[in-house]
């Protein structure tokens, strides 16, 4: 079967590879589509400490049951379906505490073993979740990052009418921000410095700062008396971000770290301290929540595919990393077509 794989620093490779035998209790599905993530962009860069080559990425991804393997009824073949990546240990605190998704030791499908950039899959029966006849392929290929901004909003305990900021417009930030629109968000701001990308964010009907040449903390203090937001969605990575997102979240406000940075910043605690700022970290999702997300995903289908921009043919994906990083081509969400 052909499957890009990761072969090395800044290297990616269209190979046919040997199919994965079929094991009791899992599916071999048909690959539809697959969404590259910032976590497919840092293994490419040779910077994931997990990722080792050669390795199959992606793991966002939608597909069709061809065969099931001592299966448990659950799913018939024909079924389009999504998969929880999620790998737990079950053993560590996070797990026995009701917490897996955040497990000393998380694995995921497509960085820990091979993931969904392929024509086939052999993938386990108990992760898998059936996609709505009404969803196109497109749209369920957004469940994954999807679920990650559910979760982000749980763990923000954001309420309806609250006003917000949206650091980032990368493929998470959009998410968030359209999840916040359907949410009832009183305000959306989302900044970042890919005019594109936040040309996109206009369409959607969001405000938008261009920060190359719009100072953030003044425009949000000018719009707000001074006041700030409720809730700031930290989606970027970026230093800046951390070094501003106190500065306008207000008092008794929630910094949501949505974006995972990968190194530490400096950070204005004293912020917190006098304005008893409240900062949360999100990481991934539940089960629960990713379930959630595949019904959810249908109702905002609409703004979803807008943040698909590009669909890329597996056969022609060798290019896609550099594709991502020039700014001249304007990607937000890429897709590959693993039939193509």
């Known amino acids: 079967m052909k499957a890009l794989v990761y072969t090395a620093p800044h290297k990616v490779e269209v ?16 690959m539809h589509y697959c969404g590259i993530c910032g976590s497919d962009i840092g293994i490419f860069a040779g910077k994931h400490p997990r990722a080792q080559a050669p390795l199959v990425l992606g793991h966002e991804f939608v597909g069709t049951i061809e ?22 240990c079950g053993e560590c605190l996070a797990c026995r505490t009701g917490h897996p998704h955040v497990c000393k030791s998380l694995k995921l499908i497509g960085i820990d073993m091979d993931g969904g950039i392929a024509d086939h899959a052999w993938i386990d029966e108990d992760v898998l979740f059936k996609v709505p006849d009404t969803m196109t392929n497109e749209i369920a290929a957004l469940v994954e990052p999807l679920a990650v901004v559910v979760r982000s909003l749980h763990q923000a305990q954001f309420n309806v009418l609250d006003s917000t900021v949206v650091t980032g417009a990368g493929p998470i930030g959009v ?16 900044s970042d410095v890919d005019q594109a990308r936040l040309d996109v964010c206009k369409d959607l009907g969001l405000e938008t700062v261009n920060v190359k040449d719009t100072n953030l903390v003044d425009y949000i203090n000018d719009s707000t008396n001074g006041e700030g937001v409720d809730i700031v969605f930290e989606c970027s990575g970026a230093p800046s971000s951390a070094a501003e997102m106190t500065k306008i979240t207000r008092i008794g406000g929630t910094i949501c770290m949505t974006g995972i940075h990968k190194e530490p910043r400096p950070v ?13 970290g999100s990481r991934v999702y539940t089960k629960n929540e990713f379930e959630v997300s595949v019904a959810y995903a249908q109702t905002i289908a609409e703004d979803l595919a807008k943040v698909v921009t590009q669909v890329v043919p597996l056969t022609q994906s060798e290019g896609i990393f550099d594709m991502i990083a020039d700014p001249a081509v304007n990607t937000v969400k890429v897709l590959v077509d693993c039939q193509a």
């Open 175 to 190: 998410l968030t921000a359209i999840v916040l629109k359907h949410s009832g968000a009183s305000r959306i701001v989302v």
């Open 67 to 88: 065969e099931i393997k001592d299966g448990s009824g659950r799913f018939a073949v024909g079924d389009r379906v999504v998969a929880y990546p999620l790998i737990s």
């Open 15 to 30: 190979q046919d590879v040997p199919e994965p035998k079929g094991r009791s209790g899992a599916a071999k599905v048909k």
């Open 268 to 280: 204005d605690l004293r912020d917190m301290n006098f304005k008893e700022q409240n900062l949360i």
